[in-house]
T-cell receptor, first 112, second 119 residues
Framework: GQQLNQSPQSMFIQEGEDVSMNCTSSSIFNTWLWYKQEPGEGPVLLIALYKAGELTSNGRLTAQFGITRKDSFLNISASIPSDVGIYFCAGLNTGTASKLTFGTGTRLQVTL | SAVISQKPSRDICQRGTSLTIQCQVDSQVTMMFWYRQQPGQSLTLIATANQGSEATYESGFVIDKFPISRPNLTFSTLTVSNMSPEDSSIYLC????????????????FGPGTRLTVL
């Protein structure tokens, strides 16, 4: 089956630093999504990407849909303590009844 | 957006027993989904629950182990049957949003999850 691998697995950064994480797939997706999950909560959608090469921002977050359609990147600028959580990428192919394939996750810790 | 609640929020169960998890949405939705998140792992889709028809299970998940009900457009249940310690996970329901433009993603909203521990 499809697998989405995220790196790094975890990150420990200081407040104010920028963060980069990526997600790679063994197969093509035509939609890429980035979610954040906090303890005791379900994932919350941060950014959705629909076109190869697309670069989309949501506040301090910027995500890109890779040209090959097999990867995506998420950057967080000027991190703050509330950025702590697990970030998941997810791939979707329209026509598959909205079945999301989630990545392995990147756990982000922000220190003051 | 949709507001989703799940009951129970957590439970500790004995092996061999069954637990039914409820998912309630504050609006009518066509599609509901059930996911499993094993400790420290990602989310894996168990099945798609459609009102008026049987659930569609993903590879590796069967109806006898995870029976699902969908009696109406705002409610679904997932039962974890004959539990073993390997079933210890967070179980999440999600619903697909409505009203998005064609060609865009219909956002899925997730419930807070049910944390299950099987002894």
């Amino acid at each position: 089956g499809q697998q989405l691998n995220q790196s790094p697995q975890s990150m420990f950064i200081q407040e104010g630093e920028d963060v980069s994480m990526n997600c790679t797939s063994s197969s093509i997706f035509n939609t890429w999504l980035w979610y954040k999950q906090e303890p005791g909560e379900g994932p919350v959608l941060l950014i959705a990407l629909y076109k190869a090469g697309e670069l989309t921002s949501n506040g301090r977050l910027t995500a890109q849909f890779g040209i090959t359609r097999k990867d995506s990147f998420l950057n967080i600028s000027a991190s703050i303590p509330s950025d702590v959580g697990i970030y998941f990428c997810a791939g979707l192919n329209t026509g598959t009844a909205s079945k999301l394939t989630f990545g392995t996750g990147t756990r982000l810790q922000v220190t003051l | 957006s949709a507001v989703i609640s799940q009951k129970p929020s957590r439970d500790i169960c004995q092996r061999g027993t069954s637990l039914t998890i409820q998912c309630q949405v504050d609006s009518q939705v066509t599609m509901m989904f059930w996911y499993r998140q094993q400790p420290g792992q990602s989310l894996t889709l168990i099945a798609t629950a459609n009102q008026g028809s049987e659930a569609t299970y993903e590879s590796g998940f069967v109806i006898d182990k995870f029976p699902i009900s969908r009696p109406n457009l705002t409610f679904s249940t997932l039962t974890v049957s004959n539990m073993s310690p390997e079933d210890s996970s967070i179980y999440l329901c999600s619903v697909e949003g409505i009203g998005k433009a064609a060609g865009s993603y219909n956002e899925q909203f997730f419930g807070p999850g049910t944390r299950l521990t099987v002894l």
